[in-house]
């Protein structure tokens, strides 16, 4: 199956610093990407839909000047988490949709970033 | 409005036992269904998934998942737990509404007892 990858896996940061947190896909190319974020034993909360060449579409209620989503290659996309808080620290995923598997919706995810903000 | 419903947060099982993870959806559309597994810190792996054809799916890991229409249903079975099997399990739609977007139930998480 297709292969998406995060990295980092684990990141640690001080209160106010900005986090990059990137995700490719390796093995096929992605028009579209969509970043969650996951609370301890909690369901995957869709942040943004990451679109290639163009602006990410945020959900609402997800601040889009603190979650800056990148999306410049079609393998690439990345999210920067601005001036992170306490509050910022989760879990979170990217996934990605094949080109011409868009009609099945089947998503394939990367490994997750565990985000620690002191 | 498309929801997706899992009974149980959680779901105990004996090494060995029959495996039944619930999930029931609601869509306005012909849905296309999931089952994704994860582990501690990881991202989430499919299981299996329902699209069109046949309504019984088989999946990785001896998992397999009926669409019954009628009842909304997409539950999850196994006819025989390991070990291994601890883990969340997320049940999910995908609909084409002008633009697919995928919803995730909240998760169960399989414990297996030895």
């Known amino acids: 199956g297709a292969v998406v990858s995060q990295h980092p896996s684990r990141v640690i940061c001080k209160s106010g610093t900005s986090v990059k947190i990137e995700c490719r896909s390796l093995?096929?190319?992605?028009?579209?990407m969509f970043w969650y974020r996951q609370f301890p034993k909690q369901s995957l909360m869709l942040m943004a839909t990451?679109?290639?060449?163009?602006?990410?579409?945020?959900e609402q209620g997800v601040e889009k000047d603190k979650f800056l989503i990148n999306h410049a290659s079609l393998t690439l996309s990345t999210l920067t988490v601005t001036s992170a808080h306490p509050e910022d620290s989760s879990f979170y995923i990217c996934?990605?949709?094949?080109?011409?598997?868009?009609?099945?919706?089947?998503?394939?995810f990367g490994e997750g970033s565990r985000l620690t903000v002191l | 409005a498309q929801s997706v419903t899992q009974l149980g947060s959680h779901v105990s099982v004996s090494e060995g036992a029959l495996v039944l993870l619930r999930c029931n959806y609601s869509s306005s559309v012909p849905p296309y269904l999931f089952w994704y597994v994860q582990y501690p810190n990881q991202g989430l792996q499919l299981l299996l998934k329902?699209?069109?054809?046949?309504?019984l799916v088989k999946g990785i890991n001896g998992f397999e998942a009926e669409f019954k229409k009628s009842e909304t249903s997409f539950h999850l079975t196994k006819p025989s737990a390991h070990m291994s099997d601890a883990a969340e399990y997320f049940c999910?739609?995908?609909?084409?509404?002008?633009?697919?977007?995928?919803?995730f139930g909240a998760g169960t998480r399989l414990f297996v007892k030895a």
């Open positions: 999910a739609v995908s609909m084409n509404t002008g633009g697919f977007k995928t919803i």
């Open positions: 990451s679109n290639e060449g163009s602006k990410a579409t945020y």
């Open positions: 996934s990605a949709r094949v080109l011409g598997q868009a009609t099945t919706g089947e998503l394939f």
């Open positions: 329902y699209t069109t054809g046949a309504t």
């Open positions: 093995d096929f190319q992605a028009t579209t």
